[in-house]
């Protein structure tokens, strides 16, 4: 399900127009924001754009799939967010490749892009005690949320791999995952294969996928990007 849903957000997602920046927003449903390196807050909307130091978090019942400029894309389920730490990719200098992210709290649904493909070790997400480069891949964050799904399961984080491979560390030791495989990498633990599926995929709102294969917007008439003021 989730290799079927990611194959169809890349075919769909692959329309977008070069983006100026890091990356861009695909598609939103819901309330999405970016918190920029200032400071500065700002409500999302389709085809807002990203850069490198950028916080991006979803509400409550919220989804948003952001498309990177090598072709990488990340789905946030709700309640999550993520910062870009470092992006950097030029076509013809690969040696300068580089892309970073930090899972702060909830989950996502990734697929590398071209800086993957190249050189796993110049992809690499990270959570607060597990680094994690692969092809295509979920991560969940249950150590520092624990409601929904993760309430019934062992405080850790949880790594799935759809296609391909991946690789998970902590300070304990490695773990290589294949497809279909599942890690789970608890606090203070070597990582772990996991040999029953957690049960923590989700699927966005039908209308979030119809609107990412038609390429439209799901927030007609809140499609405005705008700041929030304190």
Do not use: W
Request: glycine share 10%; aromatic share 6%; charged share 20%.
């Amino acid at each position: 399900m989730l290799k079927n849903l990611l194959a169809a957000f890349l075919i769909a997602a692959s329309v977008t127009s070069a983006m100026a920046q890091d990356a861009a927003v695909a598609q939103l449903h819901g309330t999405v924001s970016v918190k920029k390196a200032d400071g500065t807050v700002r409500i999302l909307s389709r085809h807002s754009q990203i850069g490198s130091g950028d916080t991006i978090s979803t509400e409550r019942e919220s989804y948003a799939l952001i498309r990177f400029r090598d072709g990488a894309q990340v789905l946030l389920k709700p309640g999550t967010a993520v910062r870009l730490d470092t992006f950097r990719f030029s076509e013809s200098k690969p040696q300068d490749d580089l892309f970073t992210y930090s899972l702060l709290h909830g989950g996502l649904r990734a697929a590398t892009g071209t800086i993957g493909r190249r050189s796993s070790s110049k992809y690499q997400l990270a959570t607060a005690t597990v680094g994690v480069s692969g092809k295509t891949f979920s991560v969940d964050d249950c150590v520092s949320e624990r409601a929904a799904g993760c309430a019934r399961l062992d405080a850790a984080i949880y790594v799935a791999v759809a296609d391909g491979d991946a690789t998970v560390s902590n300070g304990r030791g490695v773990l290589e995952l294949t497809a279909g495989q599942v890690g789970l990498i608890a606090p203070d633990q070597r990582p772990l294969f996991l040999s029953t599926d957690p049960g923590l995929q989700f699927t966005p709102p039908a209308t979030f996928i119809r609107s990412v294969m038609a390429g439209s917007v799901v927030n007609t008439g809140r499609n405005l990007e705008c700041a929030i003021s304190r």
